[in-house]
């Protein structure tokens, strides 16, 4: 079965490395020709087709000023008041710059919609005073994961599949077992025995996913998902399918326009197997060529030290090639070895002219601590993107007149165990990374346990008072 393209619509699909433009994408969502990755693009979106979509999507003829960018920005602010649940939904509002997939497929938790935070205490710790966070923890299965996963589901949906698939780390099975619920659809769930969060876990299971833990790391489930798919009629939600990049593409335009549409100088993303940064980069290139935005951030991505086949890519490769390596980090999400979108996000830090960086894992805990004591939170793999500022502030990278958006792709309570194991002093018990670790006791709040009367109590809050 192939996943056929649909024609209402000026997208299309293209190799990003034979520059092949197929009329369909295989169930492996990769090119025929040469096996690389596809991705979607707008041949020749001028003015005048993007009057076509305003066409196509509202079933009105376009406003008066249609081909000028701020009737875009207008129809989309407009239809924040709007009852549609389309329009309510922060992917579906911005539908203009996707592909066009008819609204009786739909499959929408009213995702995007995120706030953007200023983030006082660690601008104070980082010496970035514009410093925001855009908390993607936020969405309806508290990842950034449902912003692509609403519009990838929703040609699932279309193209009539009954089982849809994964393999994740965790967020990718939560969010896609929610949307196929919403949409009648069986899913199928591949994950690392043992190595990913609770949370996560509880969520798949609840949404009703068929969850296989596999005796292997993600990498492994990656394999064994890419031969199942070529075997059975199950649709491939991995972010190598191009619609969940078009559906993460919004966060964003989003995040444009909460900025009134005035980048800021750097977005920083955290890297696991890519997609995020190719989604934010190719959302970011073609709002300028549509004159949404005048001018690019930089788009830079931070790894764990552990799992770093990325940074090692750009640092000893020049971008040139990815050797696969064994990942292994606390930040379960980004416990990946062999990206698949690695020549996308190539792309995008030439394009954009971003920096990669690599953390450590003490770094990790201890930025994930400064967001919490912003009163935000977020988990562990989003923190790098903290940890990672403040190594680029090191290197005269970021400057601290500069402003800077955290993209924080996870919420704080989808690994609560790592968290209350950081605050009570036993995360890096027996590791190597112990001697590191005392360096970030400052900022542990372990509980404190206490007899059951008043004057304990009052006792604890006068020493809280004086530290
Ligand atoms: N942050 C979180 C919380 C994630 O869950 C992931 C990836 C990333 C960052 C990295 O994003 O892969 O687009 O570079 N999680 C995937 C999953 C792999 O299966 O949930 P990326």
Not at 36 to 44: K, Q, S
Not at 442 to 455: E, I, K, S, T, W
Request: net charge neutral.
């Amino acid at each position: 079965m192939s996943i056929a393209q649909n024609t209402e619509t000026t997208a299309k699909l293209r190799c990003i490395a034979c520059g092949a433009t197929p009329e369909s994408a295989g169930q492996d969502f990769r090119c025929t020709a040469c096996g690389d990755l596809l991705e979607f693009f707008f041949p020749g979106w001028t003015p005048d087709q993007l009057d076509g979509a305003l066409r196509l999507h509202s079933g009105q003829a376009p406003p008066r000023h249609h081909t000028d960018p701020f009737a875009l920005k207008s129809l989309w602010l407009q239809r924040r008041s709007s009852r549609n649940a389309l329009d309510q939904s922060g992917v579906w509002r911005f539908r203009e710059l996707l592909p066009h997939i008819p609204a009786e497929y739909v499959i929408t938790l009213r995702e995007g919609n995120t706030p953007l935070y200023h983030l006082p205490r660690c601008a104070r710790v980082t010496g970035v005073e514009n410093l925001h966070a855009k908390h993607q923890g936020m969405n309806p299965t508290a990842s950034f994961k449902d912003t692509g996963m609403t519009f990838a589901a929703s040609s699932a949906h279309q193209g009539g599949f009954r089982w849809v698939a994964c393999a994740s780390t965790g967020n990718t099975s939560a969010s896609m077992a929610a949307y196929a619920a919403r949409g009648n659809m069986r899913s199928l769930v591949l994950i690392p025995d043992g190595k990913i969060s609770w949370g996560k876990l509880s969520q798949s299971l609840d949404y009703g996913a068929l969850t296989c833990q596999l005796r292997t790391d993600f990498d492994g489930c990656v394999h064994i998902l890419n031969e199942l798919v070529r075997q059975k009629p199950v649709y491939l939600l991995n972010s190598v399918n191009p619609y969940r990049i078009e559906g993460q593409k919004t966060a964003a335009i989003e995040l444009m326009e909460q900025l009134a549409w005035e980048p800021p100088d750097h977005i920083i993303v955290p890297g696991g197997n890519l997609g995020n940064s190719s989604a934010i980069g190719k959302a970011l290139v073609e709002m300028r060529e549509l004159k949404l935005i005048s001018r690019l951030p930089k788009l830079s991505i931070i790894q764990a030290q552990g799992a770093n086949p990325f940074y090692r890519c750009v640092h000893e490769f020049g971008g040139k090639k990815l050797e696969p390596m064994t990942a292994d980090t606390l930040a379960t999400a980004i416990r990946i070895g062999n990206p698949a979108s690695w020549k996308k996000a190539v792309r995008v830090l030439q394009a954009t002219g971003g920096e990669v960086e690599q953390v450590s894992e003490v770094e990790i805990a201890a930025a994930k601590a400064e967001i919490g004591a912003d009163g935000i939170g977020c988990e562990p793999a989003s923190a790098v993107t903290l940890a990672g500022l403040k190594k680029l502030r090191l290197s005269g990278f970021v400057k601290a007149g500069e402003s800077v958006v955290l993209i924080l792709t996870g919420h704080l309570l989808k690994d609560p165990d790592f968290t209350i194991k950081f605050h009570r002093g036993d995360l890096f018990s027996g590791m190597a990374d112990a001697t590191e670790a005392a360096q970030a006791n400052y900022l542990q709040r372990a509980p404190v346990v206490l007899d059951a009367n008043l004057g304990a109590v009052i006792a604890a809050l006068d020493a809280a008072e004086r530290n």
